[in-house]
């Protein structure tokens, strides 16, 4: 059993609103990778990241996404970092799922993290953090996505009712 699709996308893109939003229409559980990283190591995300540094919790963020990938029937959504680990990527493309791609420009992304306190990344300079993430992070984005859905100027609900459209399409294709 597979998740019925994966949100990606940059810290701020929505992935955790509009997939709960997402959930909700489908009539599906809703799981966050953040989440699930925090319920096996018992502590934050922020706190994994002070006490192990990001390799420590790269290492437990993998672990949770290919248990999810492999037992989870409902709408996933991945930290923004998750795609850096390779073995996620490979995971992703074996499980054969929809992977939705939530994109917003900088400066609405700036505007959602707000001072960027409970995102370790992006602590300091949210949006200089933010421009650079993007620039390493969307080739690897793209290369996953099997679609992709510009939020600024949506709700969240108008972005998960976007995204429960093209999934339709798609499984009637
Ligand atoms: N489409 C939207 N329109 C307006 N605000 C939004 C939208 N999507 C999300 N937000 C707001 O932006 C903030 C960040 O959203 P969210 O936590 O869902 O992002 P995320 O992609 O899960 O980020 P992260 O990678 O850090 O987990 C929240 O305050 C949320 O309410
Ligand atoms: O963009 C990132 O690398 C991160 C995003 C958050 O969802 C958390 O997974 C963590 O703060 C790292
Ligand atoms: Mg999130």
């Known amino acids: ?74 709408v996933l959504a991945l930290g923004g970092g998750a795609l850096s680990t390779a073995a996620t990527r490979d995971a992703l493309a074996t499980a054969g799922v929809p992977v939705v791609l939530l994109r917003a420009t900088l400066h609405t992304l700036t505007a959602r993290v707000g001072d960027g306190r409970t995102r370790p990344l992006l602590a300091a300079d949210p949006p200089g953090r933010l421009g650079a993430l993007a620039a390493e992070r969307d080739p690897v984005y793209r290369a996953v996505a099997t679609m992709t859905i510009d939020t600024d100027g949506r709700t969240p609900g108008q972005v998960a009712a976007t995204v429960a459209a093209r999934l339709h399409e798609r499984s009637r294709a």
Do not use: W
């Open 1 to 74: 059993m597979t998740p019925r699709a994966v949100l990606v996308g940059l810290p701020g893109a929505g992935k955790s609103t509009s997939g709960r939003r997402l959930a909700k229409i489908l009539g599906l559980p809703f799981a966050d990778s953040d989440d699930l990283v925090e319920a096996a190591a018992g502590r934050s995300v922020a706190a994994v990241f002070a006490d192990s540094g990001e390799p420590g919790f790269r290492e437990v963020e993998a672990a949770a996404i290919a248990s999810a990938l492999s037992d989870f029937d409902g």
